[in-house]
């Protein structure tokens, strides 16, 4: 990375974390549940990450490109960073031991495995409420249970397509997946989000019994996604074109080629706004005045109207002119940017959004995690190395020496860890 990225800064005493003192057990892979767990690692809770001795999260070995060739893939580092790898064979007696002896001391147990292999491992939500009542199960799955595609696995490519989601991206005719992992990302949050929800809810009101049982399918979480998109249709009957960097539900709102060669996004909200690009942008009192375009619904009606008058004004001018322009008026505006641009957006330099994260393949610059708290700095702990703190945890949990070598003879753990 610049040399403008920062370097890093001097952390807080974790104990003052919100989540201090909380622990996380985690069997997980892909994004959506080490999304979740990334999230309240960030907020200081205690995540062990337990990974099968044979390679682990599979997303370790999606690509090399951090710190490569032959480095990290970037779908771990990002989801991954402030975490305790520990590899136990969950197929040996011993391992399925050492798991349950991981729980006896955990507030939360995440996992997003395929269909049914919580029950036959037995931890699903059922059986730690009888072994381990005071953990909280989070299940993440592709289609939630009882319905007829529930045994389906799921990645977020398919269940984008199965809610809808790429049906209203892209161009007509010419669907496509939104960039992001939205729906492994947005499962994730749900998931940390109902987690930090029911530890505050134990702590104000402590109850009898088993803590409750989170369930989070992708598609639940994509369908609320697309709680515009559905509801429209719901009541109107009409599936909405996509319309590339473009939205069906507003008018004027799209991206336009500037003279110098950029693309600027120009977006309105209200009849008002409207008017102020139409006077005071490109100069078109008559399609101010024009009685087609007085409301938003006329406006997306004749949508190629607004667009071939921006379109044209935009190819007139310099992308600064715009901007500066539509500021000016109180427009919205924004640079269409490539991820190479984002990476070095001075919005991100100048907020000091960088820092710096260790890992076994040496350091890398990392985002903050969007809040910003006063008075809290997010740890951002290293990323784990495949079974980095195995031998560590397990004699932290009572495990000796000599139990740790018999456990790796008879392979219960993984190798032991030399970075």
Not at 59 to 66: E, F, I, N, P, S
Not at 102 to 122: C, H, I, M, Q, W
Request: contains cysteine.
């Amino acid at each position: 990375m610049a040399a403008w990225l920062c370097e890093a800064v001097t952390q807080p005493d974790p104990s003052t974390a919100p989540l201090a003192g909380v622990t996380v057990v985690a069997m997980e892979q892909a994004v959506a549940a080490p999304i979740c767990t990334r999230v309240l690692a960030d907020f200081g809770a205690r995540v062990i990450k337990v990974e099968n001795p044979k390679g682990g999260d599979f997303a370790r070995d999606y690509d090399d490109v951090v710190n490569g060739p032959g480095g990290l893939a970037a779908h771990f580092v990002w989801c991954n960073r402030g975490k305790e790898s520990v590899t136990l064979n969950t197929k040996s007696p011993a391992g399925m031991e050492l798991l349950h002896r991981l729980l006896d001391r955990a507030d939360a147990f995440v996992s997003n495995l395929a269909p049914g292999a919580t029950a036959r491992l037995g931890i699903s939500a059922t059986d730690l409420a009888q072994r381990h009542p005071n953990v909280i199960p989070v299940e993440i799955d592709g289609y939630g249970p009882g319905g007829p595609i529930s045994h389906k696995r799921a990645y977020d490519l398919l269940v984008q397509a199965e809610s809808g989601s790429c049906a209203v991206t892209g161009y007509p005719g010419m669907p496509a997946k939104p960039g992001p992992a939205m729906a492994d990302f947005s499962t994730g949050l749900y998931a940390a989000i109902s987690i930090m929800a029911l530890l505050y809810g134990r702590a104000r009101r402590p109850v009898a019994g088993p803590a409750p049982s989170v369930e989070l399918s992708l598609f639940d979480v994509m369908t609320d996604v697309m709680g515009y998109a559905l509801t429209y249709t719901q009541h109107s009957g009409i599936d909405q074109e996509p319309l590339g960097v473009g939205s069906p539900a507003v008018a004027p709102y799209g991206a336009f080629a500037t003279r110098d060669g950029q693309t600027v996004v120009l977006g309105t909200t209200n009849d008002r706004e409207w008017q102020r690009v139409a006077r005071e942008i490109i100069d078109r009192p008559d399609l101010a005045e024009d009685p087609r375009l007085a409301t938003n619904s006329g406006r997306c009606a004749h949508r190629e109207i607004l667009d071939a008058a921006i379109g044209s004004w935009c190819a007139e001018h310099d992308l600064a002119e715009i901007q500066k322009t539509a500021d000016d008026a109180g427009i919205g505006n924004s640079r269409y940017n490539k991820p190479s641009e984002v990476v070095r957006h001075p919005q991100l330099a100048a907020r000091d959004r960088w820092r710096t994260v260790a890992t076994s393949h040496g350091d890398i610059q990392a985002l903050r995690p969007p809040p910003v708290i006063r008075g809290f700095e997010q740890p951002m702990d290293a990323i784990p190395g495949l079974g980095e703190h195995t031998d560590a945890v397990l004699t932290e949990f009572g495990v000796t020496p000599e139990e740790l070598a018999q456990l790796r003879a008879d392979g219960a753990i993984g190798p032991a860890y030399h970075g």
